[in-house]
Antibody, heavy 119, light 107 residues
Framework: QVQLVQSGAEVKKPGASVKISCKSSGYTFTTYAISWVRQAPGQGLEWMGWISVYNGNTNYRQNLQGRVTMTTDTSTSTAYMELGSLRSDDTAVYYC????????????WGQGTLVTVSS | DIQMTQSPSSLSASVGDRVTVTCRASQSIGTSLNWYQQKPGKAPKLLIYAAYRLQTGVPSRFSGSGSGTDFTLTISSLQPEDFATYYCQQSYNTPWTFGQGTRVEIK
């Protein structure tokens, strides 16, 4: 069965960076894009961007440009999301999500990784 | 960015009720509209994609309709496990955007 398993919770100071991993299994990793979505405590969902695992092309949310980097390692079927220059309002649960084959939605979600930014 | 507006923000309903949630896009998005269900402390789950297509494994009491700017998620007979928050999301243009969510609570 399809599974996306994320790395554990992180606590970071303002200005630091965080890198979250997302290991995929149960499907051909290179066939589907991976997207990242975050959710601040008690808030709604925010799409951060996606990466084509096939060719490495990325599409980032404009207000994260320059701070976010999405990568993949096809040898281990793992996706990564690094967010730099962290601020308190980056505190959120971060999800990696598989994009449906037709690009119509987000069909399999990781369990989420809580990132807390606090001095 | 395309703005997605859901209504209502919350509703109270009883088991067996028919429930309807509405999502409006700030511009036409064709049928590039998806619906998700999220329970507390859990990741969202895809219910409906491309406006009306039921994701594999999702009960048939869930249905979606609409095109252009106005969309609807309907639960034909609310079950205890359906109490959750529901989000719409457009995949027409990046940045993909979500509605603010509709919380379905027990009456």
């Amino acid at each position: 069965q399809v599974q996306l398993v994320q790395s554990g919770a992180e606590v970071k100071k303002p200005g630091a960076s965080v890198k979250i991993s997302c290991k995929s299994s149960g499907y051909t990793f290179t066939t589907y894009a991976i997207s990242w979505v975050r959710q601040a405590p008690g808030q709604g969902l925010e799409w951060m961007g996606w990466i084509s695992v096939y060719n490495g092309n990325t599409n980032y949310r404009q207000n994260l440009q320059g701070r976010v980097t999405m990568t993949t390692d096809t040898s281990t079927s793992t996706a990564y999301m690094e967010l730099g220059s962290l601020r308190s309002d980056d505190t959120a649960v971060y999800y990696c999500v598989r994009v449906t084959y037709g690009g119509n939605g987000l069909d399999y979600w990781g369990q989420g990784t809580l990132v807390t930014v606090s001095s | 960015d395309i703005q997605m507006t859901q209504s209502p923000s919350s509703l109270s309903a009883s088991v067996g009720d028919r429930v309807t949630v509405t999502c409006r896009a700030s511009q036409s998005i064709g049928t590039s509209l998806n619906w998700y269900q999220q329970k507390p402390g859990k990741a969202p789950k895809l219910l409906i994609y491309a406006a009306y297509r039921l994701q594999t494994g999702v009960p048939s009491r869930f249905s979606g309709s609409g095109s252009g700017t106005d969309f609807t998620l309907t639960i034909s007979s609310l079950q205890p496990e359906d109490f959750a928050t529901y989000y719409c999301q457009q995949s027409y243009n990046t940045p993909w955007t979500f509605g603010q969510g509709t919380r379905v609570e027990i009456k």
